[in-house]
Each structure stands twice: as C-alpha cells, then as structure tokens.
C-alpha cells in the first residue's frame, strides 16, 4: 500500500498588531494537501480566541495579501527568501472584529451595540512599549483621577523588577490607584481585551479629539514616548484620535493621556 510522507511546516500566528516573526510558533507536520481545518484547530490550540468575534486570516503568497481562512480552505506553504532556513511556513493573523466596521443589524453589531450601552461607561488607559516607569506612575495616578478602570503597559521597556522600580516608584503609588496590568506584547494583550470594548490609538494623524466622541466602552492606546503608536498597533485600532495644538505636535505620553480622559469625562457628562 502506497504511503503519503508527512511534510513539515512552522506555523506563524499572531494578533493583528503584532509581527507575525515575533508571534506563536508551531511545527506542524501534515499530509498534504493542508486543510484550513487542521490550522483552525492548531489555532485554537495554541492562542486564547473568541471564536464569535476573533476572525483569523491566512497570508496568500500568490495575491500577497490576506484572505479569511475557512475550514474548507485548502491553504499553499510558501518559503519567504529573506529567512535563512528557506523553511515553508503560513502565517495566520488573527483580528478583532469588533475594531472593524459592522454591518448594521447584523448579530454582531448587535452584539456590539448591546455592550456599549449596557451598565455604566468604562475605560482602561495605557502606553505602547513604555520606556519609563516614572510616566507609568503618573499616568496611573491620573487616570485613577479621571476615571480609569485599568492602567496598563504593553511590551514595557523599564525593568519593573529594579531597585528604582521598587524602591522609589512603588512608593509613589497609593493603595486606592486603579489596577495597573503588564502585557507582554500586542497578542496578549489582544486575547485578554474586553469584548466589544474599542480600542483607541492616541497618535498624529488620527481625528481630531475636539470633534471626536468617545465610546462608552473603550481602551485608549498612547505611543512610546520616543516611537509613539507602531502603524501595526494602528492597523489593530478601530479609531485613531489626534490632539490639538498650537505648535509642537508632540506630547509627553501623561499630558497626552491625561487631555483625552479628560476631554472623555467632560464630554460624557454632558
């Protein structure tokens, strides 16, 4: 009896907002031809994912570009040049559809909606790649002021574990501040995000914040104070708000984050 030999290849996952190089990293041996069903189910495996409202997109080498991955998909390896190793391997990016645009009175627009006008407005804040833990203390203390449920880093830069950290940092930071959550990159932070919660993206170019309305239910996204918001944290954003000024377009990271809550606290209580 004829036998089929097994062929092996990596699998890339990630959220969308991260690189797929710096995601999950799967071996997969398979018979071919590879079915979308053996990568959903490798997926699901591996990453934390709603299977209602997290859309997982695979990359095709021939359009160079992404299309949605179905159980039925019959999906193609291919080997990137720019890798050494010349391994065939498929990237699979998973996306949060509650960032996209829903069509209207579908389920889960509906969905959607239902979440936002349910209970009382709510809101985390928190900084990409922060490079300082100072401007974490700060921001923190202010978003406890201003209304915040959660402060949060993700990907920190500071060494949280540091004489400074623990010695003069924690010191600063009152027993009644709003929980403060360390992620330790994008795909984290993606798969513990609250459901049909709008994640906000504080960068240059967005919308204007005096023309913006905020979401009852959102998770603003302040950049690095040195690179700011990455275009892929962007890409992962349902809105992008920019800050008004008269010269500098430039922000420190907490004055920034402390003009978009309040802007969200005096317009929300009109």
């Not at 004829?2 to 990630?14: D, F, G, K, Q």
């Amino acid at each position: 009896m004829a036998t089929t030999s097994l062929t092996e290849v990596e699998l890339r996952i990630c959220f969308t907002g991260n690189r797929v190089a710096k995601g999950t990293h799967v071996t997969l041996q398979y018979c071919p031809p590879l079915t979308g069903k053996l990568l959903v189910h490798k997926v699901t495996e591996k990453m934390t994912i709603d299977r209602l409202y997290h859309e997982m997109m695979v990359y095709n080498s021939e359009i160079h570009g992404w299309e949605r991955l179905k159980a039925n998909s019959t999906v193609s390896p291919y080997s990137d040049a720019k890798l050494e190793s010349r391994k065939l391997h498929v990237d699979i990016e998973i996306t949060n559809l509650y960032q996209r645009p829903l069509f209207p009175f579908s389920k889960l627009f509906t969905r959607f909606q239902t979440i936002q006008n349910t209970g009382p407005p709510d809101f985390s804040i928190g900084i990409f790649q922060g490079k300082t833990s100072y401007n974490v203390v700060k921001l923190r203390r202010i978003a406890t002021q201003l209304g915040a449920s959660e402060c949060f880093v993700i990907h920190p830069r500071f060494r949280q574990g540091s004489a400074e950290w623990t010695a003069e940092e924690d010191k600063k930071i009152d027993a009644s501040c709003v929980p403060y959550v360390e992620y330790l990159d994008f795909d984290e932070f993606s798969s513990k995000a609250k459901e049909g919660y709008v994640f906000v993206a504080i960068e240059m170019g967005g919308q204007d914040l005096v023309e913006y309305k905020h979401p009852r239910k959102a998770i603003y996204i302040l950049g690095a104070e040195d690179n700011g918001v990455s275009t892929l944290v962007q890409r992962a954003c349902r809105d992008m708000v920019a800050l008004p000024s008269s010269r500098s377009q430039s922000f420190n990271v907490t004055c920034a984050g402390s003009i978009v809550m309040y802007d969200r606290m005096t317009k929300l209580s009109l």
